[in-house]
């Protein structure tokens, strides 16, 4: 049997709270699977650590979660720390530093899960996000000059290689083309006269590798009214950080909200681990009341089983959480119940034990 080594970071606020759901649906998977064990590490960074070391993590904090096989991580931030800091220094630096260059963003409407569209349905709201991890308008390139001066500049630019421009939109390709999808490429090339013009040369080059594969490409603004009118036209989509960073949580809000929103922070090359987490974050104004939706987290487990290679189980752990959502009986207070955080938790996992 194989033992898959998991560091957790269950972070802040409703971080540790939706994660022990996940944690405890992963343990009951492998068991109801049998073809692998977790073997999972806690570590207890994040906020609270901070104010008590002056840091987020262990200075070698990146050295001691190389030898895992995944990461599987709540949320990181809250007030008392400014936000930067505690992106920065945790969550930013576990994506670098692992060169987790692609976010993988499903937005899929499941069946159950409530839609704002009037017309939603699952066959029209089924989209996978590739989102750009590593540069881009987030590559924290830039100078702040004359500091509070009237002359007073800054500059916050955006970096886009060549590496990493087509290593993402090939990873775009490879992934349409096993699912037999197309490819849609957001941009701005109007307005962004060099990065979105390089992006949109580099995604014209990289389609002709893949005759087969249906390619489309919107202006960024178009993007975000064609999601709402007409989302079936989006299947595979890639993008830029920036822009992947906000048309998904325009794409949380049509598949069922924050509390459904998962994510993967991949290293394609398995030269480092990966890492699994809710797209959401801390949620202060509800932490503490165990009334935190724990899907999302759990979402992103089957992300990770799905990345181990045992993809059949994955698909049966959403549908699990499919199954819950339909049944409409236990769920949290943002999807319309009245259930607490952990019995949603334990209704997956009695669901999965039906299923498996
Ligand atoms: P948030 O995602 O924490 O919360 C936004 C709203 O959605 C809140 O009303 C919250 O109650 C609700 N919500 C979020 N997750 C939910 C869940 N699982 N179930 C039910 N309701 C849920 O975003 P916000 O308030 O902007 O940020 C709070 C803190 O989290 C900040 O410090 C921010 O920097 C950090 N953050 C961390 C992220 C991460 O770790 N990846 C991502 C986003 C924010
Ligand atoms: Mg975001």
Redesign the pocket.
């Known amino acids: 049997m194989e033992t898959l080594k998991i560091a957790v970071i269950p972070?802040?606020?409703?971080?540790p709270e939706?994660i022990a759901e996940g944690v405890k649906i992963l343990k009951r998977t492998a068991e109801l699977d049998g073809r692998f064990q977790f073997d999972f590490t806690y570590f207890p960074w994040g906020?609270e650590y901070y104010l008590q070391h002056g840091r987020m993590m262990d200075e070698d904090g990146i050295d001691q979660l190389k030898a895992f096989d995944a990461i599987y991580?709540?949320?990181?931030?809250?007030?008392g720390?400014p936000?930067h800091i505690?992106?920065w220094d945790l969550?930013l630096r576990i994506r670098k530093s692992f060169d987790q260059y692609v976010n993988i963003r499903p937005i899929q409407l499941l069946n159950g899960a409530p839609c704002p569209l009037l017309n939603g349905s699952k066959e029209k709201i089924n989209m996978l996000f590739i989102r750009e991890n590593s540069e881009g308008e987030y590559s924290g390139a830039g100078d702040w000059l004359f500091k509070g001066k009237p002359e007073e500049v800054v500059l916050q630019t955006g970096v886009f290689s060549r590496k990493g421009t087509e290593r993402i939109i090939r990873y775009a390709f490879d992934t349409a083309k096993k699912s037999g999808k197309s490819v849609t490429s957001i941009s701005k090339a109007n307005a962004l006269n060099y990065s979105m013009v390089f992006w949109d040369e580099v995604f014209e080059e990289v389609s002709r590798d893949y005759p087969d594969v249906p390619t489309y490409s919107y202006l960024v603004d178009a993007a975000a009214m064609h999601m709402i009118n007409d989302p079936q036209r989006f299947e595979v989509v890639v993008t830029s950080n920036l822009f992947g960073d906000i048309l998904t949580d325009l794409g949380a809000a049509l598949a069922g909200?924050?509390?459904l929103a998962a994510g993967a922070n991949i290293n394609p090359e398995r030269e480092y681990p990966s890492m699994f987490?809710?797209?959401?974050?801390?949620?202060?104004?509800?932490a503490g009341k165990g009334?935190?939706?724990?899907?999302?987290?759990v979402w992103s487990a089957s992300q990770m089983v799905d990345f181990f290679g045992y993809e059949d189980t994955g698909k049966t752990l959403l549908d699990a959480i499919e199954t819950l959502l339909e049944e409409n009986r236990v769920l949290?207070?943002?999807l319309g119940g009245t259930a607490s955080t952990s019995e949603v938790g334990d209704r997956v996992s009695d669901i999965l034990q039906e299923m498996i």
């Open positions: 972070g802040d606020g409703i971080g939706v906020c991580l709540g949320a990181v931030g809250y007030p720390v936000d505690s992106l969550l909200g924050m509390g987490e809710p797209v959401h974050g801390s949620a202060p104004d509800i009334m935190a939706n724990p899907l999302a987290a949290t207070p943002d």
